[in-house]
């Protein structure tokens, strides 16, 4: 264990994320077996490094489907009792060194959480598992277990059932792999949960996955990012979740799976080999080195920007054919000049709604621009919001802002220069990118994902 530990203190990390498998732990329910844990824990506790311990991975006897191996990992919702008392249990062991404990891992994931997400059934197994944490060790701080920030129907319904109170940090899981870190907008991964949080208390956000496989994984098949962009992505993904509130930021992970390079440390010979450090290691080391200590001022936009489309003159714009939403000039709120244009918006149920407006005649996108943006004035709802480019070869292609905040003005833009998601079913042998020149298409696209949503948009 101390070769690890001793990599992760040399590249600089302040923080390690760190599993608590109750199944090694308490492979029946009469047998405790902590010597796994204690060896992991205490390399990081000796080299000061601080921990967040994730509590979860129970074992099959503590779950009630029957095809889980008794003493074997399971993903299945367990008992929400017995995991508590297994959260006390740990915390009461480890409380005087480790004070961050996040409850499960990406419960909203249905290869964590089966047979499938239910946040009634987390928001039970979580608010039992608090109290049980706080019992043992009240100055804890927990954690929820590291969601999909783009998709907050899980995270409202947890606030709805009366959960919100019973986790102090808000963990997400930014993924948006194989894209680049502007290529999918992760600036934006915080606005949804951040709506969320206007609404219920505000909590601080930490991310406690982020990555880029170096070759083909799970979230890039083919393998389009190499051991150089890895590191690439690192600092990039890093810097623009700093400048976005996020407070922490954890890598995943330290050591490559195979056929999943996601690690600073290459696969090599097997578990035990830690001999070659990837690009994306020297890459967190050097970004650890400099910025330490530092405050985050801001991201130069280096960038001119141009307007393309105002609602000065209003023009003409076409509702497609989804039913409930209009769009309507509007003096209530202007960012700047004379006018603006409301988004009225009704989605009636917890499905993918969406309404689309499009206007009559297309905004030209002049020169080679880098990125593309609204500003909005938020209402609260976390809904997202995506704008369709036509390029020079007549394919149509989307491009998510981000989601739809709380009061105030705000700029949502996303990166325009890659890959984008053809949107136009009427569109034939398009290569996924944009081909200058380019028109807006679509002004604005307000989607709700999952979720019911009424309001009014600026």
Request: glycine share 12%.
């Amino acid at each position: 264990m101390h070769i690890p530990a001793e990599i992760v203190a040399q590249a600089g990390a302040g923080w390690a994320r760190e599993d608590i498998h109750w199944f090694r732990i308490q492979p029946t329910p009469g047998t405790w077996d902590w010597s796994y844990t204690d060896a992991a824990l205490r390399e990081l506790i000796r080299r000061e490094i601080k921990i967040v311990g994730v509590i979860g991975h129970p074992p099959g006897w503590a779950t009630p489907d029957p095809s889980d191996p008794p003493s074997g990992v399971s993903f299945h919702a367990p008992d929400p009792q017995q995991f508590a008392q297994f959260a006390e249990a740990v915390v009461r062991r480890y409380g005087k060194f480790v004070h961050h404990w996040e409850i499960w891992n990406e419960p909203d994931n249905p290869l964590f959480w089966k047979p499938a997400p239910d946040p009634a059934a987390y928001a039970r197994l979580l608010q039992l598992s608090a109290a049980a944490i706080r019992r043992a060790d009240p100055g804890a701080q927990v954690l929820l277990g590291g969601i999909n920030p783009n998709d907050t129907h899980f995270l409202r319904r947890l606030a709805e059932l009366g959960a919100w109170s019973s986790f102090d940090i808000l963990a997400i899981h930014p993924y948006v792999s194989p894209a680049s870190p502007e290529a999918g907008n992760i600036a934006a991964a915080t606005d949804g949960v951040r709506a969320v949080a206007e609404a219920y208390g505000p909590k601080p956000i930490w991310a406690t996955e982020i990555g880029w496989s170096s070759g083909p994984g799970d979230r890039d098949p083919i393998g389009l990012v190499d051991e150089q962009t890895q590191a690439d992505y690192l600092v990039r993904a890093t810097l623009l979740l700093w400048r976005a509130g996020v407070e922490r930021i954890f890598w995943y992970t330290l050591k490559d799976d195979p056929g999943n390079p996601y690690g600073l440390v290459a696969q090599g010979a097997g578990y035990g080999d830690y001999s070659r450090l990837k690009p994306a290691y020297y890459a967190f080391q050097t970004m650890s080195r400099q910025l330490s200590g530092a405050t985050l001022v801001g991201l130069r936009d280096l960038f001119q920007r141009t307007t393309v489309l105002d609602f000065e003159s209003f023009g003409a714009w076409r509702r497609g054919d989804q039913p409930g939403g209009a769009m309507v000039p509007t003096l209530a709120q202007r960012h700047s000049g004379r006018a603006a244009a409301r988004i009225r918006y009704d989605f009636p149920s917890s499905a993918n709604e969406y309404v689309v407006f499009r206007r009559e005649r297309p905004a030209r996108v002049p020169g080679r621009p880098y990125a593309i943006g609204l500003w909005v004035y938020g209402d609260g709802s976390g809904n997202l919001l995506k704008v369709w480019l036509r390029d020079a070869e007549g394919e149509v292609l989307q491009y998510t802002l981000g989601a739809v905040g709380s009061p105030g003005w705000r700029l949502l833009q996303a990166q325009i220069g890659g890959e984008g998601e053809p949107r136009d079913p009427g569109t034939r042998g398009g290569d996924g990118g944009p081909r200058i020149p380019r028109r807006g298409e679509g002004g604005a696209r307000g989607e709700a994902r999952g979720r019911v949503a009424r309001g009014r948009g600026g």
